[in-house]
T-cell receptor, first 115, second 110 residues
Framework: DAGITQSPRHKVTETGTPVTLRCHQT?????MYWYRQDPGHGLRLIHY???????DKGEVSDGYSVSRSKTEDFLLTLESATSSQTSVYFC??????????????FGEGSRLTVL | AQRVTQPEKLLSVFKGAPVELKCNYS??????LFWYVQYSRQRLQLLLR??SRESIKGFTADLNKGETSFHLKKPFAQEEDSAMYYC????????????FGQGTELSVKP
């Protein structure tokens, strides 16, 4: 199994405070992703990275920023958390496939509550 | 626009009954499609991909380009199949992003 860990796994914070979620992988995969999971919306892509210092926006990037200074770490930052950002956040890495598209391997999720 | 639609939020069946979870996609090229599953309190994991034409845990899915569908089927549901199921599309974008549907919760009753 690909090694991927997220931290923290649970966090409660107040509106207006900054929050950083960390995704760490152990296998030097190039592509990393941050998704949020919400009932009725499924998983929506926030940001993704295709290499060190190479990142791009997903469909719901407003209010979020990311950084990737090392291959193994992909950080998601909420500069000023809002209640609408209460969600479960999943990090994923892309594992190259033998044929066709590769597989996404997900972390265990980080549950964020913004009061 | 590229889109994945799962019309059913919840599907409830009895053990032993057939199951079909619907997935429709919108994409003009040659799509690569996946089904992911999330069991209670676990991470999402790949169930199957259309390119492999495989059967996993008794589930199969056939890509129908004419109907732009990729429905997931199992002839006899088991209680352990209860989970959240997501259909996903890889539209060949830069970055290898997957576009997910809204998800269908499958509940298999004894």
């Amino acid at each position: 199994d690909a090694g991927i860990t997220q931290s923290p796994r649970h966090k409660v914070t107040e509106t207006g405070t900054p929050v950083t979620l960390r995704c760490h992988q152990t296998e030097n995969h190039r592509y990393m992703y941050w998704y949020r999971q919400d009932p009725g919306h499924g998983l929506r892509l926030i940001h993704y990275s295709y290499g060190v210092k190479d990142t791009d926006k997903g469909e719901v990037s407003d209010g979020y920023s990311v950084s990737r200074s090392k291959t193994e770490d992909f950080l998601l930052t909420l500069e000023s958390a809002t209640s609408s950002q209460t969600s479960v956040y999943f990090c994923a890495i892309r594992i190259p496939g033998l044929a066709g598209a590769g597989e996404l391997f997900f972390g265990e999720g980080s549950r964020l509550t913004v009061l | 626009a590229q889109r994945v639609t799962q019309p059913e939020k919840l599907l409830s069946v009895f053990k032993g009954a057939p199951v079909e979870l619907k997935c429709n996609y919108s994409y003009s090229g040659s799509p690569e499609l996946f089904w992911y599953v999330q069991y209670s309190r676990q991470r999402l994991q790949l169930l199957l991909r259309h390119i492999s034409r495989e059967s996993i845990k008794g589930f199969t899915a056939d890509l129908n380009k004419g109907e732009t569908s990729f429905h997931l089927k199992k002839p006899f549901a088991q209680e352990e199949d209860s989970a959240m199921y997501y259909c996903a599309l890889d539209a060949g974008n830069q970055g290898g992003k997957l576009i997910f549907g809204q998800g269908t919760e499958l509940s298999v009753k004894p």
